[in-house]
Nanobody, 115 residues
Framework: QVQLVESGGGLVRPGGSLRLSCTAS????????MRWYRQAPGKQRELVAT???????NYADSVKGRSTISRDDAKNTIYLQMNSLKPEEAAVYYC?????????WGQGTQVTVSS
């Protein structure tokens, strides 16, 4: 059992930046995949970024060059740095960790991009 809590969302102007955090209740080192998703109202959930164990990353085409996923195992935390944010990227952002036998989701953090 792992609980994930996202934070760092909020209101940002177009072109601005946010750093989202996902803190786990215990070690997530053993999970093979750590991911960030987002879902906007009326739209399907979208995979934004993935980081594996060991540290390999993958990004949706729409965020490549503007976003960075990382993790700090000592803090049981996954991060998503987002730069040059666009209004269409406003969404609830979720983190998830996936292992061989199980996976867990956080409750999400709201990101609003508006001037």
């Amino acid at each position: 059992q792992v609980q994930l809590v996202e934070s760092g969302g909020g209101l940002v102007r177009p072109g601005g930046s946010l750093r989202l955090s996902c803190t786990a209740s215990r070690s997530i080192f053993s999970f093979r995949l750590m991911r960030w998703y987002r879902q906007a109202p009326g739209k399907q959930r979208e995979l934004v970024a993935t980081i594996t164990s060991p540290d390999n990353t993958n990004y949706a085409d729409s965020v490549k060059g503007r976003s960075t996923i990382s993790r700090d195992d000592a803090k049981n935390t996954i991060y998503l740095q987002m730069n040059s944010l666009k209004p269409e990227e406003a969404a609830v952002y979720y983190c998830t960790v996936t292992g061989v036998r199980n996976g867990y989701w956080g409750q999400g953090t709201q990101v609003t991009v508006s001037s």
